[in-house]
């Protein structure tokens, strides 16, 4: 499996450029202070869609044939991946059949219902998405589009670290959260097609600590009922992502739920922005690292929050 380039990452910046946002990086001496290092927040936050996954989708969507894309697309996700295929289906005009998982947070369900995707619930597990997903594709005949097993998609969501790069010439670490590994592979590639010497670094919940153990065992290992309130990081590396991540990442960094909430907490007061669980997971790993001086992008994934059930 030869796997997305740097190149694919500089073409899939071309190619969305006119459907998404150039999302600002933004900085607080607050939160530097509390979390003991140079933060540098690219705010995917305030991305379209409000998550980094509307890269990936957009290059995906685009780079299908006419005969292909008039099939429609299917894919499995907990929200964001589904609120932007969604989107990125209905800018070009083509059906969208999403799987979801019944727990998944109500903001997230309503969102891809508004942009007119069908939704098909299934059990919160990987087994139970894929096999909904198989069923959606052999009903309607859509091309799936993986949330993060995709060279394009991959490509597509490192689109956010080479603005980064590109805008934050003299970094010294990207953190990144890291679920099925679509954002930290493309994140990996984009920073190390810049700077081979930025240090690469994954944020993971301890309750879903998949590739953590994975990386340890050298090789992917399932991810098996996770329980974290991070709800965008309960899914498990592919083969894919795993050997982009195992290439690149200098070390996986995990997080307990508690730290978390907290790091959530001091995003939303000290710097203002609104960002979900998945996105503090970065934070958060920034706080348990040892980078005082260091200056470090953190990838802000997204910002969709269920406000009715807030972890505080």
């Known amino acids: 499996m030869s796997g997305p380039a740097f190149s694919d990452v500089l073409a899939a910046a071309a190619r969305i450029a006119p459907h998404v946002h150039h999302t600002p990086v933004v900085r607080s001496h607050l939160l530097d202070e509390w979390a003991g290092a140079a933060m540098h927040l690219k705010t ?3 991305q379209r869609v409000g998550a980094f996954k509307m890269r990936g989708a957009t290059n995906a969507v685009l780079q299908l044939s006419d005969e292909v894309a008039a099939r429609g697309v299917a894919a499995h996700s907990s929200g964001n991946h589904a609120q932007a295929l969604a989107l990125a289906a209905r800018v070009r005009g083509i059906p969208a059949h999403i799987v979801m998982p019944r727990d998944a947070p109500a903001v997230k369900k309503a969102a891809v219902a508004g942009y007119g995707a069908r939704i098909i619930e299934c059990e919160p597990t990987q087994a139970a998405r894929e096999a909904a997903v198989a069923d959606v594709i052999a009903e309607t005949g859509a091309v799936e589009i993986h949330p993060y097993d995709n060279d394009h998609i991959i490509a597509g969501a490192g689109t956010a670290a080479l603005e980064l790069m590109r805008e934050v010439t003299d970094l010294d670490a990207v953190v ?88 959530m907490r001091m995003v939303w007061t000290r710097a203002k ?15 348990s690292l040892d980078l005082r001086g260091a200056r470090t992008g953190v990838i802000l994934s997204g910002g969709n929050v269920d406000l009715d059930a807030l972890p505080w």
């Open 176 to 263: 990144a959260p890291v679920g099925g590994g679509g954002l930290l592979s493309g994140t990996s590639l984009a920073v190390h097609g810049i700077d081979p010497a930025v240090r690469v670094i994954g944020a993971e919940p301890l309750a879903a600590d998949d590739a953590a153990r994975s990386l340890a065992a050298g090789h992917p290992l399932p991810q098996p009922s996770p329980t974290t309130i991070a709800d965008g990081l309960r899914t498990g590396l592919s083969e894919r992502t795993f050997a982009i991540i195992s290439a690149h990442a200098e070390q996986i960094v995990t997080v307990t739920e508690d730290q978390i909430v907290e790091a």
């Open 273 to 287: 922005l609104i960002i979900e669980p998945s996105a503090a997971v970065a934070v958060a790993a920034v706080r």
């Open 44 to 46: 995917e936050n305030l």
